[in-house]
């Protein structure tokens, strides 16, 4: 049952306008403005279709941040199960129904956009397992029937989505499940348990790949065994970040973007463009919003009351953090290739709807950071 304060029960409209955070809401902005100008330069200086496309659904999804943001934390408390178990069956859909794009079932076609429903899981895993460990007590955390439960939850969506093929988004989301049950205050036990799992069963998973994809493993380790092939993508990148130097060539001025060196620029590899035309400069400011992002997030959750709100916004900070370096240390060439979107700026509006999904119910948390679930 639901307990509430006197703030919980004067809480209006307009009280849930003022307690919304400004500084997470104006930072989320920006990044749409730098993704607008970002885009533009993909379409080298013209309003063409990755602008117009990327900016429609970007001034679509910012207002919609803002009215999910109004609904009560209970609401998204009630719902968690559901979403993850819708998401799920979207899974399945696409393993079946889905279409196939670049050698990978990952899409459904909803007509106005092409859903990935991989990418809507990276929230509802987090919110289903912070609703489950919310009613939890902290002494059965460790309890047997909980972590097989959890992980449960975990695998059978890294399962589906190891099978379209994208191992890169199955392993952003178990890591990510892991962490929250690391919150949750799992022993450290467990993790040496799994790492030492995983590290046993790395041979039978490479022999599970397909072959592109080993191809990407084996290029990581040295780019230059096929230049022209698998290597490309990553020494392309590499030398347009390189070239952009302390203070970037110039707004417009990426010779290695427009002169179509750089494949993939406005997905993927949106970083390298950046960097290329804001140099190490621009790169570092790009960073700091990012930063301030996950920084006000981990904020919202330490002055939440309820368990549920302090681990999705501890599981969502980290979430975008992941995604952040994976997607950064993939075109330095620190780590092979893999389907990491830059949150906002990646062109594709999966990946951005996740996002502000994540952001409301942060900002939902922050407007009802009051409230005490039971």
């Keep these: 049952m639901y307990q509430y304060s006197e703030f ?39 309003i063409l279709h990755h ?14 941040m803002i009215f999910l943001s109004m609904f009560d934390i209970k609401l998204w408390h009630r719902v968690a199960y559901l979403s993850y178990l819708t998401v799920l069956v979207l899974l399945v859909w696409v393993e079946f129904f889905g279409f196939e794009a670049g050698g990978s079932q990952r899409w ?30 902290i002494n059965d955390v460790n309890k047997f029937f909980p972590v097989l439960n959890s992980m449960i939850i975990i695998f059978l969506p890294m399962v589906l989505v190891i ?50 994809q080993k191809l990407r493993i084996l290029t990581f380790f040295n780019p230059n065994r096929d230049p022209l092939g698998s290597g490309y993508h990553i020494i392309q990148s590499k030398i347009a970040v390189g070239s952009g130097g302390f ?13 179509e060196f750089l494949p993939e620029k406005e997905t993927d590899f949106i970083f390298t463009l ?24 981990i904020k919202i959750g330490l002055i939440s009351r309820n368990h549920f709100s302090k681990l999705f916004c501890y599981g969502f900070s980290f979430t975008i953090f992941l995604n952040i370096t994976v997607n950064m240390l993939m075109v330095l060439g620190l780590l092979p290739v893999v389907g990491s979107p830059l949150p906002i700026l990646s ?10 999904i994540g952001f409301s119910i942060v900002l939902s948390a922050k407007i009802n950071s009051k409230i005490s679930l039971s």
């Design 51 to 64: 602008t117009k496309t990327h900016f429609t659904k970007f001034v679509i999804f910012f207002p919609l």
């Design 8 to 46: 919980q029960r004067s809480n209006t409209l307009i009280q849930k306008i003022k307690n919304l955070d400004y500084p997470l809401i104006i930072m989320v902005l920006l990044l749409g403005v730098i993704s607008f100008f970002i885009m533009y330069s993909v379409d080298e200086g013209k």
């Design 274 to 297: 950046f960097a290329e035309q804001f140099g190490f400069i621009g790169s570092v400011i790009l960073l700091l919003i990012y930063g301030g992002i996950i920084y006000r997030i």
């Design 108 to 137: 459904i076609d909803l007509k106005f956009i092409n859903f990935q429903p991989s990418e809507l899981m990276k929230i509802c895993l987090i919110l289903c397992l912070a609703k489950y460990y919310h009613k939890i007590q």
């Design 163 to 212: 099978n379209q093929p994208d191992i890169g988004t199955s392993i952003l989301l178990g890591t990510s499940g892991i962490i929250v049950l690391w919150l949750s205050g799992l022993k450290i036990k467990y993790f040496f348990y799994s790492f030492l799992g995983l590290l046993i069963s790395l041979p039978f998973i490479f022999s599970y790949l397909k072959e592109y």
């Design 347 to 356: 062109y594709g509006g999966s990946s951005m709807l996740t996002m502000i």
């Design 247 to 259: 203070y970037g060539k110039g707004f417009l001025k990426g010779t290695q973007s427009y002169l």
